[in-house]
Nanobody
Framework: QVQLVESGGGLVQPGGSLRLSCAAS????????MNWYRQPLGKERELVAT????????TYADSVKGRFTISRDNRLNTVYLQMNSLKPEDTAVYYC????????WGQGTQVTVSS
């Protein structure tokens, strides 16, 4: 079955950086676009970034453009989210997602940006 396991979250000061990873299994990873979402406490989940199956195309939410970079390694079945210049408003649980006749989600990883 599809499994997505996120890692790399934590506490970071404003202006700092974090790199999230999502290890995928249970499906043919290099066939699918992959997504990162985030959900701040008490708010709705929002799409942060998407990468196509072959990494040619990436899209970002306006709020993270120029600061976040999504990438993937199809040999390792892993998708990454490099987050730079972090702001307190980036604080959220970050989720990896793939759509295959339905949405699949990881357990999420908490990112807290605070001084």
């Amino acid at each position: 079955q599809v499994q997505l396991v996120e890692s790399g979250g934590g506490l970071v000061q404003p202006g700092g950086s974090l790199r999230l990873s999502c290890a995928a299994s249970g499906f043919t990873f290099n066939f699918y676009a992959m997504n990162w979402y985030r959900q701040p406490l008490g708010k709705e989940r929002e799409l942060v970034a998407t990468i196509s199956s072959g990494s040619r195309d990436t899209t970002y939410a306006d709020s993270v453009k120029g600061r976040f970079t999504i990438s993937r390694d199809n040999r390792l079945n892993t998708v990454y989210l490099q987050m730079n210049s972090l702001k307190p408003e980036d604080t959220a649980v970050y989720y990896c997602n793939v759509y295959d006749e339905g949405d699949y989600w990881g357990q999420g990883t908490q990112v807290t940006v605070s001084s």
